[in-house]
């Protein structure tokens, strides 16, 4: 095979310049993601236009490669710039939030059952009846909405096609340095607004064009699927494997399936398509070798092929629901396969090339999906794998080497993402992934095909499902049974191991390769053995207010001391702060001993998820204004938690804490555990006083009044008490502390409101200056000579956060 004078073996200068060009173009448009504003469109138009003329300028003077990647990088920003700029033109005015509004729409996806008695569903608006709806200087509004109906059940929706009475508000979630970002996954599926649904009626008007009569049929197959198989064990597998719909899951799935590192196992992705494309391909073409050679060449059979393995993967991706992960894994198998029809000797990083930038086109907000990075990191993987030294290996060895290699390579993919590896992912995927592809998908997939046909079938369908299922799911649940410890690294050293692990299964050289895992037992030994629970050390102290909605959470280090105070809000079965923002953070800033939990009362907004923190980190000693509560709900009456009281101190690095609770306070928000934190080097002061209300507020002022506590040389940061309630934050309270800051940890327009108008005018007229983590997402407050350093998240926010116009560009303090 010759190499051309660009380095791709067999490839023209041209076309190796292509590749580079288009691959320029991919980073660009992910580079885009990158930014925190976005420009404004016109500037891409000018900087296209000033590259081009550059480069036509320097075109003697440059090698061509790099006047094409840098066309290819403008290009490649503007192209996705241009569609995020039309996703955020797409905005619910300031004005129309908390209004009830009418809107005529159908059903987006497949509806589901959510909490509360609920329905969540997608509504595409067709139609706002508005006043303003026919203007054409009225605002672009949303086209797809998220709604939920509480008090309703799925039998209640009147169609497909519905004119509904909403209430609405603009895109908004929890903003933190780690774990689910509600707002990124909002504008990454389009949704511009959501609410809730006050009336709903049939409206057969709605137009119905091709995305919606496709919805529709997809809706109607999932209910011909449970007709079908509902009395099946494994249904919720069989569902999610044979028509894409994950609804019937239930809490104990995702728990195994997060276990055992399986969860790409129920999303339809290339896994699913590849087999469908290898079982296709392997049937046309045995089909098409019995026609006669002199009816069709073997030029034609390929073709026809691979339009038939096309169509094939086509169907059934239509069939699962057409979701993002499949659409991206049909392109990918359309590429893959078009390079092997068209270019026979092209090198498989070029079809890789070709696979990513067409998903970028047909796509460009793929790289806000984890799983676009995991998808093409585990192709780039196996590639680098099997076109180097193992061409040709058994199928168990190249099993084997291809399960080694995506382990270790996804591991600080998956860890720069948040999610961690399971250590025990590497056997179950063992034995799953052969599993699923020879046996369980061309069950499934026989079985829809002959119920379909002839729906007899299904008494022998459901027992063989539940057979091949059944024991795969028995297989999963023992996996995930095992007492593995969990190993978490930084992502540099994750990176540097992966690269050794590859360079093991590559390279031929037999000393290099033992030299490679000498070195990668001794790093990782060691780091074991250094991180042990020792927490990174912090030099200078630092309060970490996290943004958890409607409750409190906060965070404590100096030194290597950490301290928490409260772990926010859960809703059973639905959300936990704990598991989305609470043990992210912990893991994002290396710390693996909660010295001190301080549990200020056991209100769920305070204390939610607590049992899970504690089984997830290690925690020292527990105080609260409620012992028995906390003992209660930790499950053992023997748990040491000590009952907060004043006079009781402790230490956090060069910070004291001092603690104290209202005597009369027997239960409740006035049981309250108030912690104060002070920094006698710089005379800083920190006060976080849990729900106390007016009367223990003033026992709290009397107190410190008593021993002349009140006054502070350095500066003084009150977190409101009660989230900034009407009952909390007295007069009294406000004057005597007189803060220079003050902080509400309050949810978006929540229904209580907080924090209250009388509350922030009293805090404005000390002077104080307030902050809100609705507005502002998670507050870091330093200790700094004469000052406290205050850092607001969504200042670094990436642009579909803080956009003109959005939620938290517009977001005031009442």
Same mark, same amino acid.
């Given at each position: 095979?010759?190499?051309?004078?660009?380095?791709?073996?067999?490839?023209?200068?041209?076309?190796?310049?292509?590749?580079?060009?288009?691959?320029? %173009?991919?980073?660009?448009?992910?580079?885009?993601?990158?930014?925190?504003?976005?420009?404004?469109?016109?500037?891409?138009?000018?900087?296209?236009?000033?590259?081009?003329?550059?480069?036509?300028?320097?075109?003697?003077?440059?090698?061509?490669?790099?006047?094409?990647?840098?066309?290819?990088?403008?290009?490649?920003?503007?192209?996705?710039?241009?569609?995020?700029?039309?996703?955020?033109?797409?905005?619910?005015?300031?004005?129309?939030?908390?209004?009830?509004?009418?809107?005529?729409?159908?059903?987006?996806?497949?509806?589901?059952?959510?909490?509360?008695?609920?329905?969540?569903?997608?509504?595409?608006?067709?139609?706002?009846?508005?006043?303003?709806?026919?203007?054409?200087?009225?605002?672009?509004?949303?086209?797809?909405?998220?709604?939920?109906?509480?008090?309703?059940?799925?039998?209640?929706?009147?169609?497909?096609?519905?004119?509904?009475?909403?209430?609405?508000?603009?895109?908004?979630?929890?903003?933190?340095?780690? &774990?689910?970002?509600?707002?990124?996954?909002?504008?990454?599926?389009?949704?511009?607004?959501?609410?809730?649904?006050?009336?709903?009626?049939?409206?057969?008007?709605?137009?119905?064009?091709?995305?919606?009569?496709?919805?529709?049929?997809?809706?109607?197959?999932?209910?011909?699927?449970?007709?079908?198989?509902?009395?099946?064990?494994?249904?919720?597998?069989?569902?999610?494997?044979?028509?894409?719909?994950?609804?019937?899951?239930?809490?104990?799935?995702?728990?195994?399936? *997060?276990?055992?590192?399986?969860?790409?196992?129920?999303?339809?992705?290339?896994?699913?398509?590849?087999?469908?494309?290898?079982?296709?391909?392997?049937?046309?073409?045995?089909?098409?070798?019995?026609?006669?050679?002199?009816?069709?060449?073997?030029?034609?059979?390929?073709?026809?092929?691979?339009?038939?393995?096309?169509?094939?993967?086509?169907?059934?991706?239509?069939?699962?629901? %057409? @979701?993002?992960? @499949?659409?991206?894994?049909?392109?990918?198998?359309?590429?893959? $396969?078009?390079?092997?029809?068209?270019?026979?000797?092209?090198?498989?990083?070029?079809?890789?090339?070709?696979?990513?930038?067409?998903?970028?086109?047909?796509?460009?907000? =793929?790289?806000?999906?984890?799983?676009?990075?995991?998808?093409?990191?585990?192709?780039?993987?196996?590639?680098?794998?099997?076109?180097?030294?193992?061409?040709?290996?058994?199928?168990?060895?190249? #099993?084997?080497?291809?399960?080694?290699?995506?382990?270790?390579?996804?591991?600080?993919?998956?860890?720069?993402?948040?999610?961690?590896?399971?250590?025990?992912?590497?056997?179950?995927? #063992?034995?799953?992934?052969?599993?699923?592809?020879?046996?369980?998908?061309? !069950?499934?997939?026989?079985? &829809?095909? /002959?119920?379909?046909?002839?729906?007899?079938?299904?008494?022998?369908?459901?027992?063989?499902?539940?057979?091949?299922?059944?024991?795969?799911?028995?297989?999963?649940?023992?996996?995930?049974?095992?007492?593995?410890?969990?190993?978490?690294?930084?992502?540099?050293? /994750?990176?540097?191991?992966?690269?050794?692990?590859?360079?093991?299964?590559?390279?031929?050289?037999?000393?290099?390769?033992?030299?490679?895992?000498?070195?990668?037992?001794?790093?990782?030994?060691?780091?074991?053995?250094?991180?042990?629970?020792?927490?990174?050390?912090?030099?200078?102290?630092?309060?970490?207010?996290?943004?958890?909605?409607?409750?409190?959470?906060?965070?404590?280090?100096?030194?290597?001391?950490?301290?928490?105070?409260?772990?926010?809000?859960?809703?059973?079965?639905?959300?936990?702060?704990?598991?989305?923002?609470?043990?992210?953070?912990?893991?994002?800033?290396? !710390? *693996?001993?909660?010295?001190?939990?301080?549990?200020?009362?056991?209100?769920?907004?305070?204390?939610?998820?607590?049992?899970?923190?504690?089984?997830?980190?290690?925690?020292?000693?527990?105080?609260?204004?409620?012992?028995?509560?906390?003992?209660?709900?930790? $499950?053992?009456?023997?748990?040491?938690?000590?009952?907060?009281?004043?006079?009781?101190?402790?230490?956090? $690095?060069?910070?004291?804490?001092?603690?104290?609770?209202? *005597?009369?306070?027997?239960?409740?928000?006035?049981?309250?555990?108030?912690?104060?934190?002070?920094?006698?080097?710089?005379?800083?002061?920190?006060?976080?006083?849990?729900?106390? @209300?007016?009367?223990?507020?003033?026992?709290?002022?009397?107190?410190?009044?008593?021993?002349?506590?009140?006054?502070?040389?350095?500066?003084?940061?009150?977190?409101?008490?009660?989230?900034?309630?009407?009952?909390?934050?007295?007069?009294?309270?406000?004057?005597?502390?007189?803060?220079?800051?003050?902080?509400?940890?309050?949810?978006?327009?929540?229904?209580?409101?907080?924090?209250?108008?009388?509350?922030?005018?009293?805090?404005?007229?000390?002077?104080?200056?307030?902050?809100?983590?609705?507005?502002?997402?998670?507050?870091?407050?330093?200790?700094?000579?004469? =000052?406290?350093?205050?850092?607001?998240?969504?200042?670094?926010?990436?642009?579909?956060?803080?956009?003109? &116009?959005?939620?938290?560009?517009?977001?005031?303090?009442?």
């Amino acid at each position: 095979m010759s190499e051309g004078k660009n380095g791709y073996p067999g490839l023209p200068v041209r076309h190796g310049r292509a590749i580079q060009g288009v691959f320029a %173009f991919a980073c660009g448009a992910i580079l885009l993601y990158r930014l925190t504003v976005l420009p404004p469109w016109e500037w891409f138009i000018v900087a296209m236009v000033a590259v081009f003329l550059i480069c036509y300028a320097l075109r003697a003077a440059l090698p061509g490669c790099i006047l094409v990647c840098i066309l290819g990088l403008v290009l490649g920003v503007s192209w996705t710039a241009w569609h995020a700029g039309n996703r955020l033109s797409q905005q619910l005015p300031s004005s129309m939030e908390g209004e009830r509004l009418t809107v005529s729409g159908y059903l987006c996806d497949i509806p589901s059952v959510g909490g509360f008695r609920s329905v969540r569903f997608s509504l595409c608006v067709t139609h706002w009846h508005t006043p303003s709806s026919g203007n054409k200087n009225a605002p672009n509004l949303p086209r797809r909405i998220r709604l939920s109906w509480y008090g309703t059940a799925l039998t209640d929706l009147p169609g497909h096609r519905m004119t509904m009475e909403v209430v609405l508000k603009r895109p908004h979630g929890t903003l933190n340095g780690a &774990g689910f970002r509600y707002e990124d996954w909002l504008f990454r599926q389009g949704y511009r607004a959501t609410g809730t649904v006050k009336a709903a009626s049939l409206n057969e008007s709605v137009p119905c064009g091709i995305h919606c009569t496709y919805r529709k049929s997809h809706a109607e197959l999932v209910l011909w699927v449970q007709r079908a198989f509902g009395e099946a064990r494994q249904f919720p597998l069989i569902s999610s494997l044979m028509v894409g719909y994950r609804g019937y899951l239930t809490d104990t799935h995702w728990d195994v399936l *997060k276990a055992t590192g399986t969860i790409h196992l129920v999303a339809i992705s290339g896994l699913h398509l590849g087999l469908i494309a290898l079982g296709a391909g392997f049937f046309c073409r045995r089909v098409l070798l019995l026609i006669p050679g002199r009816w069709v060449s073997e030029g034609r059979i390929r073709v026809l092929s691979f339009v038939l393995v096309v169509v094939s993967c086509l169907v059934y991706g239509l069939a699962a629901g %057409f @979701t993002v992960p @499949t659409q991206r894994a049909l392109v990918m198998v359309t590429v893959a $396969g078009w390079s092997l029809l068209v270019a026979q000797e092209q090198t498989p990083w070029s079809a890789w090339v070709l696979a990513l930038v067409s998903v970028l086109l047909l796509d460009p907000f =793929a790289p806000l999906d984890q799983g676009f990075w995991l998808s093409f990191v585990a192709v780039s993987v196996l590639i680098w794998v099997f076109s180097g030294r193992f061409r040709q290996v058994s199928w168990i060895k190249g #099993l084997l080497i291809a399960q080694l290699a995506i382990f270790a390579g996804l591991w600080p993919v998956l860890e720069g993402l948040g999610q961690g590896q399971p250590l025990a992912g590497a056997a179950a995927n #063992l034995l799953a992934i052969p599993w699923v592809s020879f046996v369980v998908m061309p !069950v499934v997939i026989l079985s &829809g095909l /002959l119920v379909a046909v002839f729906p007899a079938a299904m008494n022998v369908a459901i027992p063989l499902l539940d057979l091949v299922l059944g024991g795969l799911w028995d297989a999963l649940v023992w996996v995930a049974s095992w007492p593995v410890p969990e190993f978490r690294l930084p992502v540099p050293l /994750l990176a540097a191991s992966a690269v050794m692990v590859l360079l093991m299964v590559w390279v031929p050289w037999i000393r290099l390769q033992l030299a490679c895992a000498g070195i990668l037992g001794v790093t990782l030994v060691s780091m074991w053995d250094e991180s042990g629970q020792v927490n990174p050390y912090v030099e200078t102290p630092e309060v970490r207010i996290w943004d958890v909605g409607q409750g409190l959470s906060v965070l404590v280090r100096h030194q290597r001391d950490v301290l928490l105070y409260d772990t926010g809000p859960e809703v059973p079965g639905l959300f936990s702060s704990v598991e989305s923002t609470v043990l992210p953070e912990l893991r994002r800033l290396g !710390v *693996k001993r909660i010295d001190t939990l301080v549990i200020s009362h056991g209100d769920n907004d305070h204390a939610g998820g607590m049992e899970m923190l504690v089984e997830g980190v290690e925690v020292g000693s527990i105080v609260s204004g409620e012992p028995g509560v906390v003992r209660e709900r930790l $499950g053992h009456a023997e748990a040491g938690v000590t009952l907060c009281k004043q006079g009781m101190s402790a230490k956090v $690095g060069r910070l004291t804490t001092g603690y104290w609770r209202y *005597k009369s306070g027997i239960e409740g928000n006035d049981a309250s555990c108030v912690l104060s934190i002070r920094d006698h080097e710089f005379g800083h002061e920190w006060i976080l006083p849990g729900d106390i @209300t007016v009367r223990s507020e003033q026992a709290y002022i009397n107190d410190r009044r008593r021993y002349g506590d009140l006054a502070i040389p350095g500066k003084r940061l009150v977190v409101a008490p009660h989230h900034g309630s009407k009952t909390s934050s007295s007069q009294a309270w406000v004057e005597d502390l007189r803060p220079d800051y003050v902080v509400y940890s309050a949810g978006y327009r929540h229904r209580f409101g907080h924090p209250h108008k009388d509350v922030v005018a009293r805090y404005r007229e000390v002077g104080a200056t307030p902050l809100n983590t609705a507005c502002s997402g998670m507050i870091t407050v330093s200790a700094g000579v004469n =000052a406290m350093i205050i850092r607001e998240i969504r200042d670094s926010a990436p642009f579909w956060i803080k956009a003109p &116009g959005l939620a938290r560009d517009q977001c005031k303090i009442p």
